[in-house]
């Protein structure tokens, strides 16, 4: 447990930006999980991979992913069109 009080503030800081964080990326794999259930049905996913890819993005704005991560898992993802 924290002494300091500006330790206590930073403790309510980071737990903000976790659950921020945690909320971003969830939805960001539940797009990609989208795409990859389609393509393995034969569907077809030019509109799924263009939601991912702006979640993707959106995660990236946000600070949730790193540039590199969000441009490896683009590069995936176009696999599927």
Not at 6 to 21: A, D, F, I, M
Not at 26 to 54: F, Y
Not at 55 to 74: E, H
């Amino acid at each position: 447990m924290a002494n300091i009080k500006s330790q206590e503030k930073r403790n309510r800081q980071n737990e903000v930006r976790r659950q921020r964080n945690k909320s971003v990326t969830s939805d960001m794999k539940t797009a990609i999980n989208r795409v990859e259930a389609a393509a393995a049905a034969g569907e077809p996913t030019e509109e799924l991979i263009r939601q991912a890819q702006r979640k993707i993005d959106k995660a990236t704005s946000k600070g949730a992913i790193r540039k590199s991560t969000a441009a490896r898992k683009k590069s995936r993802l176009a696999r599927f069109a």
